[in-house]
């Protein structure tokens, strides 16, 4: 699939909580490992109850973990990369 | 790799066993003459449940149920694969015939038995591109389907 404009935190946060395997993540969001692979490494962009469930899963809000970047805007001010 | 993938890498065994059987049956290698229909029709059916049904039972016991097997993004790529291959079949229809008006014109018949042959590969276009662009999307089914 397409590599997605939105870039993100999961990698990040999952070990900053508690180290937190993919598969656990795959579990608590009701979807599978692949996807979060995918996810992660930005060639899946999710839906929005998708990307809500992540971020309630590290109690965080949506925009402190997804990003979205284009050519005309710059990185949102919430990013930690920003 | 996912059940997804194994469902196309089963659509392309599958394409090539339809393939296999009509270039069978089309060369005559196999020589039926003298048998009876119904032993015939028996043959078939036996190889169906060898080369078709084995492999669908073995695909589902291989499933791990407690897993989540079909999320969001296997709908997506299942979606756009499905209209791929649609397109592919519908385009196949409609080049076999344009092919028969111009060759044979508007006002000619055509026997029943090429009608279905033109379906059996209509068919299986749309299985093997269906199962292409599943595998295609996935990455070829790379480590846990991911590249």
Known sequence: ???SDLKNQIRRLRFENGEMTQQQL????????????AIEAGKYAPSLPLAFKIARTFGMPIEDIFQYEDEDSQPSATSPDA | MNMTQKGAWFGIYLSAMLVAVAVVDLTGILDYKGFPTPGII????LL????FVLPIVWLNR?????????????RVIIKRSVIAASVSGFTILCISYLVALFLLGAEASIKISLLSAIIYV?????MLILSLVVLVQYGWGGKDGEK
Do not use: P
């Open chain 1, 1 to 3: 699939m397409a590599k």
């Open chain 1, 26 to 37: 795959a579990n608590k969001t009701g979807v599978t490992r692949q996807t979060i692979i």
């Open chain 2, 42 to 45: 028996v043959w078939h059916m």
């Open chain 2, 48 to 51: 169906a449940v060898v080369f």
């Open chain 2, 62 to 74: 291989s499933r791990k149920k407690s897993k989540v097997e079909l999320d969001e993004r296997d």
């Open chain 2, 122 to 126: 209509a068919f299986i276009f749309f």
